[in-house]
């Protein structure tokens, strides 16, 4: 089995910046795309970045140019840098990775960590 860990939510006031980590553990093979989902209070999960295993990003037009996704694979980590944050960033951010599911022919599969709450506010 693969746990993720999160850690860096917490409270933040507008224009501030919050780093977010996640840590894969256990049995770990090989991984593909590593990124971030977040949920508001009241709305669906909504993509805010993935990554790739060339390094090649992808952003929600939300937080283009404020968000800023980045991976160690020597770590199994994936980070989420926040700058200039907005109350509308408001949310329970969810890493996730897809990793190699063994003997099944090159399948991936997505494995998500338990959510991390970032609140902007004043």
């Known amino acids: 089995q693969v746990q993720l860990v999160e850690s860096g939510g917490g409270l933040v006031q507008p224009g501030g910046s919050l780093r977010l980590s996640c840590a894969a553990s256990g049995r770990i093979f090989s991984i593909s795309a590593m990124g971030w989902y977040r949920q508001a209070p009241g709305k669906g999960r909504e993509l805010v970045a993935v990554?790739?295993?060339?390094?090649?990003?992808k952003y929600a037009d939300s937080v283009k140019g404020r968000f800023t996704v980045s991976r160690d694979n020597a770590k199994n980590t994936v980070y989420l840098q926040m700058n200039s944050l907005k109350p509308d960033d408001t949310a329970v951010y969810y890493c996730f990775i897809n990793q190699l599911v063994p003997n099944s022919g090159g399948r991936y599969l997505g494995v998500w960590g338990q959510g991390t709450l970032v609140t902007v506010s004043s």
């Open positions: 990554i790739s295993t060339s390094d090649s990003e």
